[in-house]
């Protein structure tokens, strides 16, 4: 792949959009002063010169689906560059992620199998342990990934997310594990999903509490090693173009929007 500059017409195109969405972020983040949430760009199958029109305009944090393009976009473009991949993690695909020097988290993180993985194959002159977010799967639909959410009455040592939580815990020193992420349900009327999707965000949070108790519980009184550095506690990715603002709201610290920035997608032919 090679970088070519953006046109100057859709410079200011994305220039303009990305003010505007930043400008919705902090509107509907003015509620919880002293929080800023991070905006995620969601760049896959866009042109690596996209992203180079949205770095120059102090972006950092973009996401990606496919670790093949991911590699190729980070081969390109700036060092400084926050990449996030948030597509589906294949045990197989963690080599290839684990070599992106400036890989800054992976948000889909569903197994053991890939955690190990993943811990193995960085390289251990990393100077920062790999951010993950535990993907789970809020709406329960069949055909989202992710691991099933935890209730107050949930029987922890059954599972599968608190287990997958504690081996990164204690048995992955290369990955720090950040938070939780959902992608939610998917949108079938507006009015019908904009319930739905107050629904999946209500079921991370609690799902948030029950398994910070949980690592509290097994980690005792010494300073927290998951959740953001410095701060404590779980972070929610939640919130996409079409309800990013409704997730803030109910507090979330990671939107990824895509579609709000660069437009819509073509879908990707492979
Ligand atoms: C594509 C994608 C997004 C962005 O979706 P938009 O609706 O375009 O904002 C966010 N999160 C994940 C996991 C995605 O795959």
New binding site residues.
């Given amino acids: 792949m090679s970088l070519e500059r953006p046109s100057a017409e859709r410079t200011s195109e994305l220039v303009e959009s990305l003010a505007e969405i930043r400008a919705r972020v902090q509107a509907a983040s003015s509620s919880s002063p002293g929080h800023t949430p991070t905006l ?1 760009a ?1 760049s ?1 199958i866009k042109p690596a010169s996209d992203i180079l029109a949205c770095y120059e305009a102090g972006q950092l944090d973009f ?1 990606e ?1 496919y670790v093949q393009e991911l590699e190729e976009k980070a081969r390109v473009l700036p060092a400084d560059i926050r990449w996030h991949f ?2 589906t993690l294949q045990s197989n695909k963690a080599k290839t992620l684990a070599s992106i020097p400036n890989l800054h988290a992976v ?2 993180l569903n197994s053991t199998k890939a955690a190990s993985a993943l811990n193995k194959a960085l390289p251990s002159d990393r100077p920062y342990p790999l951010r993950v977010f535990i ?1 789970v799967n809020t709406s329960g639909e069949t055909s989202k990934s992710g691991l099933d959410t935890l209730s107050s009455a949930s029987d922890l040592d059954s599972s599968e997310l608190a287990q997958l939580a504690r081996y990164v815990l204690t048995e992955c020193p290369k990955l720090r594990l950040e938070g939780l ?1 959902t ?1 939610g349900a998917l949108e079938l009327s507006l009015s019908a999903s904009e319930v739905e999707k107050n629904a999946d965000f209500e079921r991370l949070k609690e799902t948030r509490d029950v398994l910070d108790g949980y690592l509290g519980g097994l980690s005792g009184d010494g300073e927290k090693s998951w959740g953001r550095q410095g701060w404590g506690g779980l972070t929610l ?1 939640m919130g ?3 309800d ?1 603002e409704a997730a803030l709201k109910a507090g979330s610290d990671i939107v ?7 437009g ?2 073509v879908k990707k032919s492979t």
């Fill in positions: 995620v969601v896959k996401g689906n948030i597509g948000q889909t993907q992420m992608i990715s996409m173009s079409s990013f990824r929007v895509g579609t709000g920035i660069f819509q997608r």
